[in-house]
């Protein structure tokens, strides 16, 4: 049985609240749990006590019979100091898409049109033609 400490979502419609708990792995998300091992209440404030609640020994109890967490889990668990913190990377997230890239490629295409026509030489006008003679 492959067990996951992970969220429970709770709460009313567009009211979240979530319970921390032990559950197996084939379980629904909302459903049967083997133990509640905490709460978290995104609503409140991020610097609130009551955000996120945790029994860590209890915890760490569930990560030693080989219990994997989840990735939001495993945040919590780094910011309260229980897990040491990994490095993540995500190296394509940050990329532009197909319009902004197209949108990057017609701005510097016009700038550099408009670079060379300000080098370009400039022709006298035919003002100027007549001033000089």
Same mark, same amino acid.
């Given at each position: 049985m492959s067990m996951k400490i992970r %969220? #429970?979502?709770?709460?009313?419609?567009?009211?979240?609240f979530?319970?921390?708990?032990?559950a197996d792995s084939r379980m629904p998300r909302d459903g049967r749990y083997i133990e509640k %091992?905490?709460?978290y209440a995104p609503l409140l404030a991020k610097d609130s006590e009551d955000r996120v609640v945790m029994n860590v020994e209890r915890i760490e109890h569930w990560l030693g019979q080989g219990a994997q967490p989840?990735?939001?889990?495993?945040?919590? %668990?780094? #910011? #309260?100091g229980v897990r040491p913190k990994t490095e993540r990377n995500n190296p394509t997230k940050g990329t532009p898409g197909k319009k902004a890239t197209a949108r990057v490629e017609e701005k510097a295409a016009k700038a550099a049109?408009?670079?060379e026509a300000a080098n370009a030489p400039a022709e006298e006008t035919p003002a100027e033609e007549t001033a000089a003679e």
């Open positions: %969220l #429970a979502r709770g709460g009313s419609k567009k009211r979240p979530y319970r921390i708990v032990a %091992l905490g709460t989840t990735e939001r889990v495993q945040r919590m %668990l780094e #910011a #309260a049109a408009a670079a």
